[in-house]
């Protein structure tokens, strides 16, 4: 992205990433998710080379859990993050928000599999319905390309605890312009393969490109930093994986919020 255009504030650049997808993120995704919620986990395993457990792996180690303490999935999908979070400090009360049922359906069958318990909501995550200073830890993974990611990011801060943390893993625009390019030929390559393999349904077929583009518009692991600063998060650290492909971020509201 040119320096002229990292000047450009976030919420102009959210209003445009809004315009471009709306049509998609309301009416077209939900259909999408229904489909792919019975292959979702497989087809990641797959489009990742096998990497993809190593990556939530990776982003479960960074978080940081205490026994008893409330933690808020949000964008849960399937529920892997919050078992994964209950396998590693069974104590905690794990709260799971999605808007998409068959995911959520799929994600409670596979905690309850593991004699595991995860309160759901169904819903749409720009307006959490809990109240403010609720949770001790908050997660969001793999799903921010396709939200108002400004508007969620000051939900989560709003219902989490002052001193409370924030950890978000997701696919990032590679700020590298030939890793970048050659990211998304991979992807391309990677969705038309997974959607022939598990045999998608036309609303996946349709909203290929769409992946593709939500990815180009979307943000560097420095940007996604710079937004954090700007709904008010401080202590904010990132990592990131094959040249900026994936990221990991840990944000804290602050303690005299």
């Not at 450009?8 to 995704?29: D, G, H, M, T, Y």
């Amino acid at each position: 992205m040119a320096n002229g255009e990292r000047a450009i504030p976030f919420s102009a650049r959210e209003e445009n990433r809004e315009e471009q997808f709306k049509q998609v993120w309301v009416e077209e995704l939900d259909d999408v998710f229904a489909d792919v919620a019975r292959y979702y986990d497989r087809a990641n395993h797959v489009a990742s080379l096998g990497l993809w457990n190593w990556f939530r792996n990776r982003f479960i180690a960074s978080i940081d859990v205490q026994s008893g303490q409330k933690v808020l999935d949000v964008c849960a999908g399937t529920n892997a993050i919050g078992i994964a979070l209950l396998d590693k400090q069974p104590g905690l009360q794990v709260h799971a928000m999605d808007r998409s049922k068959a995911m959520q359906a799929v994600g409670q069958k596979s905690a309850r599999k593991r004699g595991m318990h995860i309160d759901s909501t169904i819903g749409d995550v720009h307006v959490l319905p809990f109240p403010d200073n609720h949770f001790d830890v908050i997660t969001l993974q793999y799903a921010s390309r396709h939200l108002r990611i400004m508007d969620v990011c000051q939900e989560i801060r709003r219902v989490l605890k002052p001193g409370g943390h924030f950890y978000h893993c997701d696919m990032l625009r590679p700020a590298n312009k030939f890793v970048e390019q050659s990211y998304y030929a991979y992807l391309r390559f990677c969705l038309n393969f997974t959607a022939l393999v598990f045999r998608s349904s036309s609303s996946a077929h349709g909203c290929k490109e769409y992946f593709i583009s939500a990815l180009r518009m979307f943000y560097s692991a420095d940007e996604f930093s710079d937004l954090l600063r700007d709904v008010e998060f401080e202590d904010i650290s990132s990592r990131t994986l094959l040249s900026g492909m994936i990221g990991y971020h840990k944000a804290m509201k602050p303690r005299d919020a």
